[in-house]
């Protein structure tokens, strides 16, 4: 009975992690392609958000995992801004955890 | 020698079977082997060399590591001995894509606006080559060059030693132009240059545009170059014209220079207020933080390499480049054991003036075993190359001698 709970529980967990990332992933592209100022659509290519930006790198050819994305984030790189005064933590978060998903920077899990 | 030193086990990993053999581990069955290697999925295999991009097809892609379409580094090894570091082989940092290849069809009728000046007036190329002509080599280096070598892992590209050369520029110079159009307008501190790349649409320009102001002064050595290396300037280098600051940071030297202007105040572009400016860990990015100008004092070995083949015990030339911001080097000195003592290495090779640099050599004995080989420029002014780097939020500027050491070993 205790092993069924703790199974039950644990299952609960998986799934309620697995919709949490889901949601982040969502909230993640709808930054990245409109939702960002400016959007990050503007500027990178990345073929899952169907963008085909020129200005900075393309993100399925840097392949960054979600660390490199969010410093890139919070403290800009070279000639992009910085979006730590823009975009909450939690935003920062979902955007690095798609940009890392979708270019393959980070495997699915 | 120790058999537990990492170096020593890459370079019998380099060595290959023969190596292996040597030190028992040839022993390895042959199932084994082949396991190991089968566990590697084909497609997680060694990447492929990304290609180079389209504008820099020119390149020898054999002498250059591509970080991406826009960041192209020079490989350790490649860098030769004759001073002047061959444009198939140099560097690339664009911090936009490249203009059309369109804008090289009529070199001649690319145009610059020059402001602040008694006769502010937009000028063609033809017109800016009658105005004067001079030829000066000069170090081009990225600021984040050495950014590898930071432990903290800055964001940008992990550039090690590549992300700098050594070329040679022709143009006319700026203080002939201004001279031309009735001097600099009183109360200006700033030389101001913008880049004629495209601008994204549905971005406000001044967060994407290169556009950088630096001190006054630097219009003293400053050229606007349409030639390097003897060729008329590659889109890849900033073709048809381009701002060249000697002693100044790679992004200063602005390509497709398509504004000049002497400011009052430092420019508001995003590149300039908050890029490229030397921001404290821990920290945010902002305009009253140093920005990154002047080159520091700076020196590293090209040769012998930990990928060097077939060291043998005996003599070698240890040799590499050294360089200051706007001093000249003066002195070079060599430790082969990790900086406990130094000698003085010999200049070879023709000096090419203040803002190139010069090359070292140090003919050395190096028996058996593991050496640390590091090099420690001094300037004019008497600045001496650092042991430690500065540490920042964006891995610039690291002229750390203990970064740049090279460990080899000598069979």
């Given at each position: 009975m205790r092993v069924a709970a703790c199974v039950l529980a644990g299952l609960a967990w998986a799934s309620a992690a697995h919709a949490d990332d889901a949601a982040k992933l969502a909230l993640g592209k709808q930054l990245f392609v409109r939702g960002a100022v400016p959007a990050c659509a503007v500027c990178h290519t990345l073929k899952d958000a169907g963008t085909t930006g020129a200005v900075g790198p393309v993100l399925d050819e840097l392949k960054p995992d979600a660390t490199r994305v969010a410093t890139a984030l919070r403290n800009g790189v070279g000639g992009m801004p910085s979006f730590a005064a823009s975009l909450s933590e939690a935003q920062i978060q979902a955007l690095a955890l798609y940009v890392s998903r979708a270019s393959g920077g980070t495997p699915a899990r | 020698m120790n058999p537990a030193h990492p170096l020593h086990r890459r370079h019998l990993l380099a060595g290959g079977a023969t190596a292996l053999a040597a030190v028992g581990l040839g022993g390895l069955s042959r199932s084994a082997t082949a396991q190991a290697a089968s566990a590697v999925p084909a497609s997680a295999g060694p990447a492929a060399p990304k290609p180079l991009p389209a504008y820099a097809a020119w390149k020898d892609t054999n002498s250059l590591i591509v970080h991406s379409s826009s960041t192209l580094e020079t490989r350790r090894g490649a860098f030769g001995t004759s001073v002047i570091t061959p444009s198939e082989q140099l560097y690339i940092r664009n911090n936009l894509p490249p203009p059309d290849a369109s804008v090289l069809a009529d070199r001649d009728a690319w145009q610059i606006s020059i402001e602040g000046v008694g006769q502010s007036r937009t000028l063609t190329l033809a017109q800016l080559k009658t105005l004067g002509l001079d030829t000066v080599a000069t170090v081009l280096q990225c600021s984040g060059n050495g950014r590898g070598f930071f432990p903290s892992k800055p964001s940008g590209t992990p550039w090690t030693v590549g992300a700098a050369g050594c070329v040679v520029w022709s143009g006319v110079p700026v203080r002939a132009l201004v001279a031309a159009l009735g001097g600099v307008n009183k109360g200006l501190a700033f030389m101001t240059g913008t880049g004629g790349e495209k601008l994204p649409e549905g971005v406000d320009p001044k967060t994407v545009v290169v556009e950088r102001s630096l001190p006054?002064?630097?219009?003293?050595?400053a050229i606007l170059a349409w030639e390097m290396n003897g060729a008329p300037l590659s889109l890849a280098h900033g073709g048809p014209l381009r701002l060249v600051v000697p002693g100044y940071q790679g992004v200063n030297n602005i390509k497709y220079v398509k504004r000049l202007a002497f400011t009052e105040r430092e420019s508001e572009a995003r590149i300039m207020s908050h890029g490229y400016r030397i921001t404290p860990p821990g920290t945010k990015a902002d305009p009253s933080q140093a920005s990154v100008l002047e080159m520091n004092v700076k020196s590293w070995i090209n040769?012998?390499?930990?990928?060097?083949?077939?060291?043998?015990?005996g003599f070698h030339q240890i040799h590499g480049v050294a360089f200051g911001g706007l001093s000249p080097v003066k002195r070079v000195e060599v430790s082969v054991d990790g900086g406990k003592t130094w000698q003085d290495a010999r200049f070879v090779g023709p000096d090419l003036g203040r803002f190139a640099w010069r090359q070292f050599v140090l003919q050395a004995r190096l028996p058996a075993g593991a050496h640390t080989l590091i090099s420690r420029a001094t300037d004019t002014a008497g600045n001496v190359q650092p042991q430690e780097r500065v540490e920042n939020l964006s891995g610039y500027s690291n002229n750390s001698w203990a970064d740049h050491a090279v460990q080899v070993v000598i069979a």
């Open positions: - | 006054l002064k630097a219009m003293d050595d040769s012998p390499l930990p990928d060097s083949a077939n060291l043998k015990a």
